[in-house]
């Protein structure tokens, strides 16, 4: 028995069990779940400022079976699902998003549009989204958008990859730095989404290794490029992830890219990782080829679905 979904505690010592628990359940079942690894990047975010932006769901032994978030900032219902719980679980979690996503329409947390993804073989994920009204954008024009999900084997051999000249690659400097981040981050992305206080409390979350958060300094002193890997220890043996990664536009078609990400998968094999992930956009061919450069392949498609919300009813 599954009852109403509980919000995540303002306590902060409550909050840390309950995000550990969030992580442990999607590590369980990574075949289900894109975002497994990386989740301490994603915990951090400000959509969790409100914790009525997060559901739990718990048996009646208060066991977690499922979490979903409203991550505003990736426009995306970031979620996990105990795939044996009770059948109607995942529909559950989906209502309980449609619901969320009409009551936040008009706060900082609101959005048009949501987003969802699926591994293209996780066809019972994929009828649930159907079913709640979420569209594929895998084939809708010049708009259409899926995503890939790469591999690269740590016995791969990395090649030699220059820097270049009067650049250097090094750690982020800790918090003392993180202003300075943001506004890469802002420029490469361009978007305003990335905060100081997200960027300092991925310094804090568990999991953070700082010598993996790397940037690329440029001759003047500036931040030119970053590049953050994250290790799950809790895999055996442990496994890395790619997340994020980007380039300031005064610094592209250097190499600066490939060199930056070389670095850190380098760092990530120092720390024992058999295997390193990366998720990217199929139709961003210029962040494909690069992956591919340095051994990354496709290992699963991910597809990508989007529902409206702005003037409609609730699902």
């Not at 079976?65 to 990736?74: D, G, L, S």
């Not at 895998?138 to 990859?161: T, Y």
């Not at 442990?238 to 190499?255: K, T």
Request: charged residues 20%; neutral net charge.
């Amino acid at each position: 028995m599954i009852g109403s979904p509980h919000t995540l505690s303002v306590s902060p010592d409550t909050r840390a069990q309950q995000l550990a628990a969030m992580a442990a359940l999607a590590r369980a079942f990574p075949a289900a779940h894109l975002h497994v690894i990386d989740l301490p990047y994603h915990f951090s975010s400000w959509a969790l400022d409100d914790p009525e932006n997060v559901g739990l769901w718990l048996d009646a032994s208060g066991q977690l079976q499922a979490w979903a978030v409203m991550q505003t900032p990736f426009w995306t219902v970031d979620y996990a699902c105990h795939p044996h719980a009770v059948p109607d679980l995942h529909r559950q979690v989906l209502g309980w998003a449609g619901a969320r996503a009409h009551q936040l329409l008009g706060t900082p947390f609101g959005l048009p549009s949501w987003y969802a993804v699926a591994f293209a073989d996780r066809t019972g994920r994929i009828r649930d989204l159907e079913a709640a009204g979420f569209t594929c954008q895998a084939h809708v024009g010049e708009d259409s958008w899926s995503k890939v999900w790469m591999r690269r084997p740590a016995e791969l051999r990395l090649p030699g990859v220059p820097i270049p000249e009067g650049f250097t690659l090094r750690p982020l400097a800790g918090e003392a730095e993180v202003k300075d981040y943001v506004e890469l981050h802002r420029a490469a992305f361009q978007t305003r989404n990335m905060t100081v206080e997200w960027r300092a409390r991925t310094l804090r979350s568990a999991g953070y290794v700082p010598d993996l958060d790397c940037v690329a300094v440029a001759p003047d002193g500036r931040l030119a490029a970053f590049c953050i890997g994250w290790l799950d220890r809790a895999f055996s043996p442990p496994r890395g992830q790619i997340e994020p990664m980007g380039v300031h536009p005064d610094y592209r078609h250097m190499g600066l890219g490939q060199a930056l990400l070389a670095e850190v998968l380098c760092r990530l094999q120092a720390h024992g990782a058999a295997h390193v992930y990366v998720e990217t956009d199929r139709e961003r061919n210029a962040a494909l080829a690069l992956y591919q450069s340095l051994g990354f392949r496709l290992v699963r498609e991910v597809l990508v679905y989007r529902k409206d919300y702005q003037g409609s009813s609730v699902a």
